[in-house]
């Protein structure tokens, strides 16, 4: 991958080391972002964490690794709600030492995020509590809606969050169809090798390949990929096969521009 990274005629913008699991569970994780910042294949790495494999040593090694961000995602605002939405025993004051402890050692080093989703508040106390613990430990902290990341998906049951009052954070697009830029701006490299148009296509319905059969330049410019950003920019939504289930927001607002990038993508 590292190979097929350098061979891109300009550097690869960001590298995100995760998808669908919990990336500390790696026990080389600390390697391979060593091993990227030291072959100099990307502006920045990134990795994102539920925060439960933090601590003062754990810390240390991720600033002196390169990473340039980590998201840490909240699922609880207390030990007794860790307990009951996740099902695990957490305390929720050792995380916030540790968090604390990582803000600290990381300042001119690495960006911190924290991010806790609108389930997770079971209250306007707990909205409260998040932002008077996070905003001067974090250098971005914010509440999300809770969506449906894995469309169709039906392997466990899926917290419905219509009845969560407190949704003044609500970043939804209200438009039905707009544009998804994810397959124009992203490749999500899966652990078996698949190499798919977006993170949230977990039955791989927008594979467009492998790593184990492709480099990554061929398979960026490939007539696979070019076919489904063209499907992206000239179709609404409704009308495109998985993403019309999907109920994720673009990364941008690519809709006023939507005819300009697929005149582009025609003529590529
Ligand atoms: S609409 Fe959803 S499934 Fe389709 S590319 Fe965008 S994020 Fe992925």
Known sequence: MVDGMEAFPEKVRVVDLWAWGEPFLNKNLIEMIKYLRQVNVCD??????NGSFLNPEMNRKLVDSG??????SLDAMND???????????SFDSMVENIRDLYECSR??????IKSVDTAMRN??????FYDIFSDISDYCFIEDIIDAFPGYDGFEKPDNKDVKFRKWNSYHDRANYVCAKPLVQMAVHSNGEVSACCNDWSFQLSYGSIKEKTLPELWNSKELRKIQLMQVEKPRSEIPYCKICPCESDDDIDDVANIIADRLRDN
């Open 44 to 49: 920045e790495i990134r990795a994102c964490t």
């Open 67 to 72: 990473l340039t961000m980590l998201r840490v």
């Open 80 to 90: 007794k709600d860790y307990k009951d939405i996740c099902g695990v025993e957490v």
């Open 108 to 113: 001119g080093k690495m960006m911190l995020s």
């Open 124 to 129: 306007e106390g707990d909205v409260e509590k």
